[in-house]
């Protein structure tokens, strides 16, 4: 018997609701395996804003720090910019327990047609490696004159010796355990940004030669974004800076089916923190409330969380039991042409693990 004290973060709009089933679906793998689940709520995102002025507390990152892993949904609501949310919540997290690894896998499952002709189940299988703590996203700037005519801003990215070789290693590291092509492919845009990436050049070359075993490309990131859409299946694990890899996963959650199939983790691969695992897609204010949102992307990144507690088994079981009822595509919500509702697909997955 084993068990795991767990911060839910539901957030925004469909947040709430896809939280809800992978919480369902660890319950129900936990009493299959043993597993006891210590889930503490806590309701920050929007709503928490909007009365109180702040996204989450000021001791909110004490109190994570206390867990073994955060389950988040979503944050963002159209009446605020995103630098409220993310800024506020998101971004916070990440770089305070130094979550550098944002792991984001792309397959295209058994039953699932993508928008790309000719492909087909297995054909698409690849695993994005994201720099999350560091980069272009490292929000290191200013304004001179703000809401002036002369308004100025400096956007700089931030990209150090230490930052880029953990993340290239961990992308080598994935790609032997993966043990598929054996493949990593460097994401970057040194022709044009002549000094953060030429940095992440010469980490991916220094690296790249402690690994032999493992073939390597480097590829400009418009060249990269074509050939996600034009030869997908050439690419293995793929590592790039926090917005060329925010930017990919997007294309490859689209061309394996749906955002509502994209999982995420961001890890702290040295356990010195609280990893936190979240579905890809945003709050998709849109349909909030509606009850045709697809939990699936939640559940996977609750298979990705039950592997990073040590919990293999029971995250297999789960993959198993998503793969088994996408295959099945009697219960699936309206994004990936069904007309199941949110709950029913949770359901199904809950009944697919026996």
Known sequence: MSQHNVAVIRGDGIGIEVIEEGIKVLDAVGREYGITWRWTEHPWGSEYYRQRGV????????????????????????????????????????????QYV?????VLYEGIESPLAGYSHGDIDMLVIRENTEG???????FLYPYSPEELAVQSG???????????????????????????????????????????????????????????????????????????ESFDVVVGSNLFGDILTDIGAIITGSMGLAPSGNIDPERRFPSMFEPVHGSAP???????????????????????????????????????????????????????????????????LT
């Open 55 to 98: 996204v989450m507390p000021a001791d909110a990152l004490d109190t994570l720090s206390e867990s073994d892993a955060i389950f988040l949904g979503a944050v963002g609501h159209p009446d605020f910019q995103d630098h409220v949310t993310l800024g506020g919540l998101l971004l916070p997290i990440r770089r305070s327990f130094d």
């Open 102 to 106: 944002c792991e984001r896998p792309s």
């Open 136 to 142: 272009e996203y490292a929000d290191v700037g200013g």
């Open 158 to 232: 931030v990209f150090t010796r230490r930052g880029c070789e953990r993340i290239i290693r961990y992308a080598f590291e994935s790609a032997r355990r993966r043990d598929r092509a054996r493949h990593v492919t460097s994401i970057t845009k040194s022709n044009a940004l002549g000094y953060g990436m030429i940095v992440w050049d010469r980490a991916f070359e220094r690296v790249s030669a402690q690994y032999p075993d493992i073939q390597t490309s480097s590829l400009l990131i418009d060249a990269a974004c074509m050939d996600f859409i034009r030869r997908p």
């Open 286 to 352: 849109d349909i909030m409330g509606q009850g045709t949102a697809n939990p699936l992307a939640a559940i996977l990144s609750a298979a990705m969380m039950l592997e990073h507690l040590g919990e293999s088994a029971a995250a297999e079981s789960v993959q198993r039991a998503v793969i088994g009822v996408v295959a099945l595509g009697e219960t699936l919500t309206p994004d990936l042409g069904g007309s199941s509702s949110t709950s029913d697909v949770g359901d199904a997955v809950v009944a697919a």
